[in-house]
């Protein structure tokens, strides 16, 4: 058997009439990330305060290494850190008085605090920032600051709530760098995103949740096998031929056909579960059809489903459109 890290059964956390989390049965093996993705206001950053101790369940249970939250709050308090969506340095410090009053507070002595301080701004590319107070760092820096916070004691488990929203691409690729160091290390973390690319990016496991409620859960691989097997896209030579095109494919593959702005482009969504097939064999079978009807192929091409296709169907909304920060000031804290 796996070590978990989490285990839920249940769980449920009610603000007056509204079920933030209601629910929610979460099995984390230890030393991997563990996406829950969900849209705003799905019930994520309620339920990483209940399994980091900051919130009371009203219902169900958690147990982080095997210790109930409630019952033995102290024990998981010390293996678990939180770099929240709403975080914890102090504006006024430079990133070195941070860390270091932040070490202090952990127990460390004062030459160890700040020798883990220097450590920390090095590998997260402070160092040269170390000096300068943090209101003045940029959305990304103080994403990074806020986790390097967060692991000045190596933690067994780490949640880090939305690290990436409103950074630019090459800020988030720096954090999501920092998340696989930290995972090698061997801490536990679990990683709430919106977003699929970043749950696809780091992620062994994913939960998407949405109203409070655990919709799917699995590999990447089984969330995306869940709805479908990927796609054939087929480009013709005469566009003339594509309503033919269209009636074959949709015959032969049992599928979705849609046609694309490209008027000599057609896509058709393969449902693995309708004819057995695998998604290469469907592919021969349109090819193998479109030929025999007479209908003219100039390319064709195979395409795995994506998260935001899991997303989609499974929730009939399009996932959180990602919304680079221009002004690090106005990104979200
Ligand atoms: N302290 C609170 N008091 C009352 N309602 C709350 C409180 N905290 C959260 N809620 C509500 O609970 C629901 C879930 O909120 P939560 O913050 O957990 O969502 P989230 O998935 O983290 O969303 P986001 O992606 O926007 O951070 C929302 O409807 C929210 O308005
Ligand atoms: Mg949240």
Redesign the pocket.
């Known amino acids: 058997m796996t070590d978990l890290a989490i285990e839920t059964e249940g769980l449920v ?1 009610v ?2 009439t ?1 079920r ?2 209601d629910g929610i049965d979460l099995r984390v093996p230890a030393g991997t990330v563990y996406g829950v993705l ?12 209940m399994l980091a101790t900051l ?1 009371r369940p009203d219902g169900g249970r958690a147990r982080v290494f095997g210790k109930d939250v409630v019952e033995d709050a102290d024990t998981v308090r010390g293996r678990v850190s939180l770099t929240g ?1 709403y975080a914890s340095v102090d504006e006024d410090l430079t990133g070195t008085e941070n860390l270091v009053l932040l070490g202090r507070l952990l127990g460390h002595g004062r030459s160890a605090a700040r020798e883990r301080s220097a450590q920390l701004l090095e590998a997260f590319g402070l160092a040269e920032a170390s000096d300068r107070q943090v209101k003045n760092y940029s959305g990304g820096m103080r994403r990074r600051i806020d986790i390097a916070a967060s692991i000045l004691n190596v933690p067994d488990l780490l949640f880090l ?2 690290p990436t ?1 409103g950074l630019d691409p090459r800020s988030r690729n720096q954090v999501w760098d920092i998340v696989r160091a930290v995972v090698a290390q061997g801490t536990t973390v679990l990683l ?1 995103t ?1 977003y699929l690319d970043e749950a696809d990016q780091l992620a062994s496991r994913i939960a998407v ?1 949405d109203h ?1 409620k655990v919709i799917a859960e699995g590999t990447k691989g089984e969330l995306k096998a869940s709805v479908g097997s990927g796609s054939v896209r087929v480009r013709l030579r005469d566009p003339e031929q594509r309503a033919e095109a269209e009636r074959v494919l949709t015959t032969a593959l049992d599928a979705t056909v849609q046609l694309d702005p490209d008027p000599v482009a057609l896509t058709a969504t393969l449902d693995g579960r309708g004819t057995g097939l695998g998604a290469a064999e469907q592919a021969a079978r349109a090819l193998t059809e479109l030929a025999r009807a007479g209908i003219m192929v100039d390319d064709f091409g195979l395409g795995q489903p994506s998260l935001d296709e899991v997303f989609l169907a499974l929730t009939d909304r399009a996932p ?1 459109a990602r919304t680079p920060a221009h002004d690090p000031k106005e990104t979200p804290a």
Not at 39 to 45: D, I, R, S, W, Y
């Open positions: 956390k603000f007056g509204n933030a989390v969900g849209p705003n206001g799905a019930g994520k950053t309620t339920a990483v305060k919130l969506q709530d939305e929203t709430t919106q949740i409070g959180a």
